[in-house]
């Protein structure tokens, strides 16, 4: 462990290392986080990070080449097709299947000092001419760097790809896994010696929390809005330069936050919501002064091309209905406030509008917003007011 006097100010190293006959663990960043006074005082600290394995050497801070990580979506999103099957029959034996695996599918783009890729993966397990079993099939996002950076840095590079694979789908997706590699991470030989390493699985204080929720159904997913074919990696480059707009990731983070909490009450999903779509205004705007809420809604609703009077109303109408609705919710002096039919159908109208941005961001055109025009999502949006029996006038 690395002197007292390196730690964080509390008498703590930045840095753990345990071993034990199962093996190693690094704690990185460790910080105090609760302390008991008593005859024998005590505390608890937390790291930041636990690598999987022993590093090469203690340091403060570990600069890896390469972080791959998995999350919900990135399979239904990706469409790749690592393996197939094919069937003979054979009179002395029945069917006989035979599984070809290829894994090989990948997708490059590069941005600022990082690389990126979509990387197809599977991991299995058979026993030839008895069994076959997948254990893995989700693609890999990977990023890499030529000279190192922290795995913070590396998952805050890949946030703008689960911020996209939100809107797309609609749903919270979590992180599942991530895995580092870099040669401060060798493998340790019983001669002493050290050698270049395979990646090795961290845990991120801050993904960690969610990675045992439960994954959205693939039911939910099978069909997204927008897909890995339909953006290619020059999509991506476009999206990627697109987050790094303060004023576009603040609307992008504020609705996915919503989707992060579909679960959560409605009054509050309908507020950031509105906040999202006025952020989105103004950078369509390109800046200056706000326009009201209503205006800034009409401007969001106008960029999907979609034709809501053949489904709703005018966008100045409807921009009107979900500006009331917001303002009712927000201010104390409002002498209405909307029930709960009209909430929900706001929420779900709100959640298309805001998703449906992509497709101007994106240059998606005609294709993309027939995308989102196909899905589940909104179609139960639109119907949603027929059933509930709520109009906007």
């Known amino acids: 462990m690395r002197d007292s006097t390196e730690g964080d ?27 008991e006074c008593g005859p024998v005082p005590s505390g608890r600290a937390r790291p930041q990070l636990v690598f999987f394995g022993r590093a090469a050497e203690v340091r403060d801070e570990y600069a890896v080449r390469e972080v791959a990580s998995t999350l919900d979506g990135i399979e239904e999103f990706a469409g ?28 490059h783009w590069a941005h600022g000092e990082f690389e990126f890729e979509i990387r197809a993966n599977l991991a299995w397990r058979a026993t030839e001419g008895r069994s076959f079993t997948t254990e893995s099939s989700a693609p890999l996002l990977v990023t890499k760097h030529p000279e190192g950076a922290t795995v913070q840095e590396h998952i805050g590079q890949q946030r703008a790809i689960r911020a996209l694979l939100t809107l797309a789908f ?40 969610k990675l045992n929720r439960e994954a959205v159904p693939h039911s939910q997913l099978f069909a997204p809005a927008l897909s890995l074919r339909t ?80 489904r709703l109303g005018t966008t100045k109408d409807i921009a009107k209905f979900l500006a009331c609705i917001n303002n009712d919710l927000k201010h104390a002096d409002r002498p209405s406030f909307p029930d709960g039919a009209e909430l929900y159908c706001a ?46 006038q």
């Open 347 to 392: 929420v779900d109208l709100a959640e298309i509008v805001v998703r449906m941005q992509l497709v101007k961001m994106l240059d998606l055109g005609e294709v993309g917003r027939e995308g989102f025009e196909k899905t589940n999502d909104f179609r139960n949006a639109i119907d949603g007011f027929e059933r509930n029996s709520v109009s906007i």
């Open 231 to 310: 953006l290619g990696s020059e999509g991506l480059k476009r999206w990627m330069r697109l987050y790094d707009d303060e004023g576009v990731r603040r609307a992008v983070d504020a609705a996915v936050a919503v989707f992060d909490d579909v679960e959560g009450y409605l009054e509050p999903q309908m507020m950031m919501l509105a906040t999202a779509l006025e952020r989105f205004a103004h950078y369509w705007k390109g800046g200056g002064k706000a326009d009201r809420l209503a205006r800034s809604i009409e401007r969001c609703l106008e960029n999907t091309d979609v034709q809501w009077e053949e």
């Open 170 to 209: 609609g749903r919270p997706l979590r992180w599942r896994s991530h895995r580092a590699k870099d040669s401060a991470f060798p493998i340790f030989t019983l001669d002493g010696q050290s050698h270049p390493g395979q990646s090795i699985e961290v845990q991120y204080r801050q993904t960690v929390r």
């Open 80 to 107: 790749f097709s690592p393996m197939t099957l094919t069937e003979t029959f054979r009179p002395e034996a029945g069917v006989a299947v035979r599984v070809d695996v290829d894994a090989s599918e990948v997708v």
């Open 9 to 35: 100010g509390d008498g703590l190293p930045k840095t753990l290392v345990f071993c034990d006959p199962k093996g190693s663990l690094t704690l990185n960043g460790l910080q105090v986080s609760k302390r």
